[in-house]
């Protein structure tokens, strides 16, 4: 399983833009990127997945490079709720294999 | 969308008591379910892979008998931290995934274990 590097922590302000960045340069063929969220005293929540290119959903866009060796989670106009710790994960697809090795996380700090 | 349940939220127990946890999944069969732990500040720990039917697989460095996990439907699996002493002290997730889906693992909301 690839694994993953991510900023320690990041702070921001309410109704910006926010990217984080996650390195993962042993990315395999079949390996997809998956982001969760996590709040304190809480599961993780799923937030998006992606291959290639870029895909949004109504909460985020995740970007990847035409090498996939990193990917960025872009959280638009953020608010103070969204303060948690995300986590970018490589692995199968979905269930397929099914494990999911956590790596450290970005605890995001959003101010007013 | 898929819930997965995680049965109590919070433990506080004396040593050498054991205590079950339970992870259901609530509208859909989970073929595989997952369980974590995790420390103050740190990241998830994965620490088995539950299977329906048959026995879990336990990472490196978990003691299968200090826990125990059971699966025996496709909606629910259990952890039993068998005589918890306060180094066990943390907080247990479950993780659920539907057989053939399309979905990704849904996270139960953890229950947090503490040890006296």
């Known amino acids: 399983l690839a694994k993953t590097t991510q900023p320690i922590s990041m702070d921001s302000y309410e109704g910006q833009e926010v990217n984080i960045t996650c390195s993962h340069n042993?990315?395999?063929?079949?390996?997809?990127i998956t982001w969760y969220q996590q709040f304190p005293s809480q599961g993780p929540r799923f937030i998006i997945q992606?291959?290639?290119t870029k895909v949004t959903n109504e909460v985020a866009s995740l970007f990847i490079p035409a090498d996939r060796k990193s990917s960025t989670l872009s959280l638009p106009r953020v608010s103070l709720s969204d303060t948690a710790v995300y986590y970018c994960?490589?692995?199968?697809?979905?269930?397929?294999?099914?494990?999911?090795?956590f790596g450290q996380g970005t605890e995001l700090s959003v101010k007013p | 969308g898929a819930v997965v349940s995680q049965h109590p939220s919070r433990v506080i127990c004396k040593s050498g008591t054991s205590v079950k946890i339970e992870c259901r999944s609530l509208d859909f069969q989970a073929t595989t379910m997952f369980w974590y732990r995790q420390f103050p500040k740190q990241s998830l720990m994965l620490m088995a892979t539950?299977?329906?039917?048959?026995?879990?697989?336990?990472e490196q460095g978990v003691e299968k008998d200090k826990f125990l996990i059971n699966h025996a439907s496709l909606t629910l699996s259990t952890l039993t931290v068998t005589s918890a002493h306060p180094e066990d002290s943390s907080f247990y997730i479950c993780?659920?995934?539907?057989?053939?889906?399309?979905?990704?693992?849904?996270f139960g909301d953890g229950t947090r274990l503490s040890i006296l």
């Open positions: 993780s659920a995934t539907e057989g053939s889906s399309n979905q990704p693992q849904h």
């Open positions: 539950s299977n329906e039917g048959s026995k879990a697989t336990y």
């Open positions: 994960l490589v692995g199968a697809r979905y269930n397929q294999g099914g494990k999911l090795i």
């Open positions: 042993n990315i395999a063929t079949n390996d997809y």
């Open positions: 992606g291959y290639k």
